[in-house]
Structures are given as C-alpha cells and as structure tokens.
C-alpha cells in the first residue's frame, strides 16, 4: 500500500509539471511564432533594402568601370598621336636636311 501512495505522488507531481511543462511550452511556442512574423516583415524589409543597396552599388560599379575604359582609351589615343606626330616631325627633319644639303651642295657646285 505504501508503494502504491508514492505511485499517485510521483504521478501527481508528474502531471503537475506536466501541465508547467506544456503551458510554458505553449508560451514559448507563441512567443517564437510572435517573433518570426515580427522578424519576417523584417527580414523582408532588410532583403529589399539589401537589395537595392547592392542594385545600386553595381550600377555604379559598372559606370566607374565604363569611365575608366574611356579614359583609358582617350589616353591611348593621344598617345598614338604623339607618337604619330614625333614620328612625321622626324621624317619632315630628316627630308628638310636632306633638302638643305642638296640645296648646299646645288649652290657650291656652279
């Protein structure tokens, strides 16, 4: 009979914090559905800023990149033509000295 007493306590104690158990459960249970709805508008929010952030970094990306190309380009450009134009002066010095010295050589020998 003694055995059968501490059988109903320990069920008794059991239940009791059985009940705890799944109100604090429950608690919980809501508690974190409470929070995922409040993170989701959140998280959203976030990842649409995230977005739009990064869209934008990008875009900017791509226009540093495009302005650099040109610049680039420009550069070579103008470097062609200096080259172009230090190469053409030679050639011009060159035939003005040659014309010089045919003319020297014209106007020694009468």
């Not at 977005?51 to 900017?60: C, G, L, P, W």
Request: aromatic letters at 0%.
């Amino acid at each position: 009979m003694a055995k059968a007493k501490s059988r109903v306590k320990k069920v008794a104690k059991k239940a009791k914090r059985t009940v705890k158990r799944t109100a604090r459960k429950a608690a919980k249970t809501t508690r974190r559905k409470a929070k995922k709805t409040a993170t989701k508008a959140k998280r959203t929010a976030k990842r649409t800023a995230k977005k739009a952030v990064s869209k934008a970094k990008r875009r900017a990306q791509q226009v540093a990149n495009r302005r650099k190309k040109d610049l680039q380009k420009a550069e070579n450009k103008v470097k062609s033509m200096k080259k172009a134009l230090r190469t053409a002066e030679k050639s011009a010095r060159k035939r003005k000295s040659d014309y010089t010295k045919a003319l020297k050589k014209a106007t020694q020998t009468k």
